[in-house]
């Protein structure tokens, strides 16, 4: 009985843990917080970092947009996170690694040639806007001279010419539209002319005609065999 109560006292109580290992977890933990407060720490220090940026931008009327270094994902959404509150637009540029974010005020949002040229890893200046400029007036150019060479060639195509050319083997040189839709009344069909294929006689009369026929047919002396 003494022997199954010491049994039974042993298992209600949690195990030993070694010293050594609690030391250890505790000195991990401790790391780990302190890790945290530091991110923590540094993630607010670059949000008033941010927002003290962005709050001059935004005072500086002369400033169109506001670019900003290379940053990770989570230092872009605080960047992208402020400028929506601020009331103003940022778009992300650039490959992971090198991807970094411009701020715009929206009275001066980037055209499409600036979004570009970004997207293509170019810096954005007057050099490069003019290039661009010159870029897109040759384009429009080129579209604009296909269009007229179009319209050039469809206007020079005259349906009357291509009629008479594609069926110039049947009518002849002189053929023309009006004369190739033009039908008549043909007044004969095969060897009989048309007005003679008309039975103007009555019913009456048809009839009586295929009787005197008939009669006439029988009335006729059979031919003799001999």
């Not at 060479?149 to 291509?162: F, Q, R």
């Not at 009586?208 to 029988?218: E, N, Q, V, W």
Request: proline share 4%.
């Amino acid at each position: 009985m003494d022997l199954l109560g010491s049994i039974l006292g042993s298992m209600d109580k949690p195990p030993a843990k070694d010293k050594t290992q609690t030391q250890m977890y505790e000195k991990q933990r401790k790391q780990y917080e302190s890790e945290k407060n530091k991110q923590r720490e540094e993630l607010n220090r670059f949000r008033s970092y941010v927002e003290e940026r962005l709050g001059r931008f935004m005072k500086d009327n002369k400033r169109r947009y506001m670019e900003f270094q290379p940053l990770d994902q989570v230092h872009r959404s605080i960047v992208h996170d402020i400028s929506e509150t601020a009331g103003l637009f940022g778009m992300s540029f650039g490959t992971e690694g090198d991807r970094y974010v411009v701020v715009y005020k929206k009275e001066y949002l980037p055209s499409e040639d600036e979004v570009q040229a970004r997207k293509n890893g170019e810096v954005w200046n007057e050099e490069t806007a003019q290039q661009y400029a010159e870029r897109s007036k040759l384009l429009r150019l080129e579209s604009l001279n296909c269009k007229n060479k179009t319209d050039t060639k469809a206007a020079d195509i005259d349906p009357t010419l291509n009629y008479s050319r594609k069926y110039i083997h049947l009518f002849g040189n002189d053929v023309t539209p009006e004369a190739a839709r033009k039908t008549e009344l043909n007044r004969t069909y095969g060897y009989v002319p048309s007005e003679n294929k008309k039975d103007v006689r009555s019913i009456e009369q048809t009839m009586a005609d295929i009787s005197a026929k008939k009669r006439l047919k029988t009335q006729r002396p059979e031919p003799s065999v001999q």
